[in-house]
Nanobody, 123 residues
Framework: QPQLKESGGGSVQSGGSLRLSCTTS???????IGWFRQAPGNEREEVSC????????NLAPSVKGRFTISTDTTKTTVYLQMNSLQPEDTGVYYC?????????????????WGQGKQVTVSS
């Protein structure tokens, strides 16, 4: 049974840094892992996506230059390094898996989800 487990997140002041991790299990071929965030009253939005094959990685324009997505050597853990955090980055962050080797660019394509981690940035 595919599973995703998130860790990291927390609270930080504006300009600070946090890192999120998503460890996956139960997947048997290359796939895409995305990071998403959802603020109260807002829809879930994609922040970043990477394929385990390494062929694709992307970042939303709002976080480009501040966030970095990467994988470990086993390609079962994906990290989202978040620097220069701003209050508008506040929300619950989720990792999700799409079972194909490309980033689909739409939230609804992702089939498996982590439990979510709160990120709070105070001004």
């Amino acid at each position: 049974q595919p599973q995703l487990k998130e860790s990291g997140g927390g609270s930080v002041q504006s300009g600070g840094s946090l890192r999120l991790s998503c460890t996956t299990s139960g997947f048997t071929k290359d796939y895409a892992i995305g990071w998403f965030r959802q603020a109260p009253g807002n829809e879930r939005e994609e922040v970043s996506c990477i394929t385990t094959s390494g062929t694709t990685s992307n970042l939303a324009p709002s976080v480009k230059g501040r966030f970095t997505i990467s994988t470990d050597t086993t390609k079962t853990t994906v990290y989202l390094q978040m620097n220069s955090l701003q209050p508008e980055d506040t929300g619950v962050y989720y990792c999700g898996v799409f079972g194909q080797n490309y980033c689909p660019g739409r939230v609804l394509y992702f089939d498996y989800w982590g439990q979510g981690k709160q990120v709070t940035v105070s001004s």
